[in-house]
C-alpha cells in the first residue's frame, strides 16, 4: 500500500491548452474524490466517484472540465482549453466502503501561463 | 450549505507552549463529523483528529485534543507541548454522515513554531 498517488506534481501549461491528471487511489478503496485548493484557502470539492460511477459534481466544476474512473480503479481529471483562473492545486482523495475516513495525494499542482 | 469557518489565519507558538485553533462551522444536521487536517509544505493532507457529532467527549491524539461544543457549533484544536515539526497550515473540516458525502473545509490556519 503506497498510499494515493497523483501525477505528475506539477504541469505547467500555456492557456488554452489540455492538461490531464491522473490519481490512484489506495487499492481497496472504492470511494475516490476530487478537490481544487487555490492558494490561502481549503479544499474545495469537484467531483466524486464510488467505484467506476461519478455520482456527484460540484457547481465548480464547469463544462471544461471532465473526470473518469474507468473499471473503479484510477481517475483521471481533464481541463479542456485552460485557463489563468484553473490555476491551483489539484488534490485526490479515496476513502474505503464503510469509513469516513479519507487518505489525501500530494496534489498536482497546475500553473496556467 | 454548510459552511466552516477559520478566523485565524496565522498563528504563533513557541516551541513546548500550547497553541488553540478555532473553527466554527454552520449546519442543520444533528449528525456529522469534524475533523482537523495538517497541510505541511509537502502538501500531502494528513488527519490530525476527528470527532464524531454524536460523541459528547472530545477526542484525544496525544498531544492534540478538541474542545467540541455542539450547540455553539465550535470546534476548536489544542496543541500542547508544541514542536518544531507542528509548523504546517491546519484546516477544519466538516462532513455529513450520508456515504457518499464529501468533505467542506475553512480557509486554514498558518501555524508557526518558534524556539
Known amino acids: 500500500d503506497t498510499g494515493v498517488s497523483q501525477d505528475p506534481r506539477h504541469k505547467i501549461t500555456k492557456r488554452g491548452q489540455n492538461v490531464t491528471f491522473r490519481c490512484d487511489p489506495i487499492?481497496?478503496?472504492?470511494?475516490l474524490y476530487w478537490y481544487r485548493q487555490t492558494l490561502g484557502q481549503g479544499p474545495e470539492f469537484l467531483t466524486y466517484?464510488?467505484?467506476?460511477?461519478?455520482?456527484?459534481k460540484s457547481r465548480l466544476l464547469s463544462d471544461r472540465f471532465s473526470a473518469e474512473r474507468p473499471k473503479g480503479s484510477f481517475s483521471t481529471l481533464e481541463i479542456q482549453r485552460t485557463e489563468q483562473g484553473d490555476s491551483a492545486m489539484y488534490l485526490c482523495?479515496?476513502?474505503?466502503?464503510?469509513?469516513?475516513?479519507?487518505?489525501f495525494g500530494s496534489g498536482t499542482r497546475l500553473t496556467v501561463v | 450549505a454548510q459552511t466552516v469557518t477559520q478566523s485565524q489565519p496565522e498563528m504563533s507558538v513557541q516551541e513546548a507552549e500550547t497553541v488553540t485553533l478555532s473553527c466554527t462551522y454552520d449546519?442543520?444536521?444533528?449528525?456529522?463529523?469534524l475533523f482537523w487536517y495538517k497541510q505541511p509544505p509537502s502538501r500531502q493532507m494528513i488527519l490530525v483528529i476527528r470527532?464524531?457529532?454524536?460523541?459528547?467527549q472530545n477526542a484525544t491524539e496525544n498531544r492534540f485534543s478538541v474542545n467540541f461544543q455542539k450547540a455553539a457549533k465550535s470546534f476548536s484544536l489544542k496543541i500542547s507541548d508544541s514542536q518544531l515539526g507542528d509548523a504546517a497550515m491546519y484546516f477544519c473540516?466538516?462532513?455529513?454522515?450520508?456515504?457518499?458525502?464529501?468533505?467542506?473545509f475553512g480557509t486554514g490556519t498558518r501555524l508557526q513554531v518558534t524556539l
Open positions: 466517484f464510488q467505484n467506476e460511477a461519478q455520482l456527484e
Open positions: 487499492s481497496e478503496h472504492n470511494r
Open positions: 470527532q464524531e457529532a454524536y460523541k459528547q
Open positions: 482523495a479515496s476513502s474505503p466502503r464503510g469509513s469516513y475516513g479519507y487518505t
Open positions: 473540516a466538516y462532513r455529513d454522515t450520508g456515504t457518499a458525502s464529501k468533505l467542506t
Open positions: 449546519t442543520s444536521e444533528s449528525d456529522y463529523y
